[in-house]
């Protein structure tokens, strides 16, 4: 009789960008409690210090749109560690809202450079390491990449980037061993998203185009990137698993 699927990560090692809060801190915990070593990282040197300290966790500060850095980023992770089985891309920013006849094209190019440029550098330096040890990549893409949006612009167009880009990346290093996968979060209750949950009429509308009615948590998508990344998703590639409640797909009855 086979054993059962592997959930655990235990012996792995994993690099997750814009890992001191919301998502990227949930995915962090969540990949430690099932026995990885992390390296922890964000923009900012003291929240990455201190999140380390917290976590018990290496950090390393890095400004993803900064290809040196992120060159840096992977080497450091790759010398503390002693490999790489796992990358998460996670760093993000949301950016002006807004239509693109009025678009801030500076604003535009910074969204760009962060959600999905910055996602085909680190990529490129990371992902011959992680083929090394037959690994795993999650990339952070979103439900706004999934469907028509008439606010946040540049940020869903960077997202369905994010998605397409796993979808390239799963063909590409496939033959190597290595596994690329996206993730598209929904509705998220986190630090970001606290004046959305504070808007009446925006959660109104939004939860009754949510068959769960709800906000997901945090944690429920560390739990999607955890699969993702263990062995119980090994034959699991270039796939972009919705963690939207059902939002995607409902006709909001």
């Known amino acids: 009789m086979s054993p059962g699927p ?39 040197a003291g929240d990455t210090s201190r ?35 796992i990358l998460v891309c996670n760093a993000g920013i949301t950016g002006r809202p807004g239509r693109f006849e009025s678009i801030d094209m500076a604003d535009y190019a910074r969204v760009m450079a962060i959600n999905l440029r910055s996602q085909v550098v680190l990529t490129g330096f990371a992902l011959p390491h992680v083929a090394e040890r037959r690994g795993s990549a999650v990339l952070m893409s979103s439900l706004s990449g999934l469907r028509g949006n008439g606010a946040i612009n540049a940020y869903a167009l960077a997202k369905a980037g994010v998605a397409q880009l796993a979808r390239n990346l799963a063909v590409e290093w496939g033959p190597r061993g290595v596994r690329v996968n996206a993730i598209s979060p929904g509705f998220i209750a986190t630090e970001l998203s606290k004046p959305l949950l504070g808007n009446e009429p925006f959660m109104t509308k939004r939860m009754a185009m949510t068959p769960l009615r709800r906000p997901g948590m945090p944690e429920e998508v560390a739990g999607a990137a955890i699969f993702l990344a263990s062995s119980a998703a090994g034959f699991v590639t270039g796939h972009n698993l919705v963690v939207d409640g059902g939002t995607l797909i409902t006709d909001g009855s």
């Open 6 to 44: 592997d959930f655990g990560l235990r012996g792995r090692t994993a690099l997750i960008t814009g890992s001191t809060r919301g998502i990227g801190l949930a995915i962090a915990q969540g990949m430690i409690a099932a026995g990885a070593r992390v390296m922890i990282s964000s923009e900012d």
């Open 51 to 85: 999140v380390s300290a917290e976590l018990g966790m290496p950090g390393i500060a890095c400004d993803v749109a900064d290809d040196q850095a992120l060159e840096r980023l992977v080497c450091g992770t790759v010398a503390e560690l002693g490999g790489l089985d």
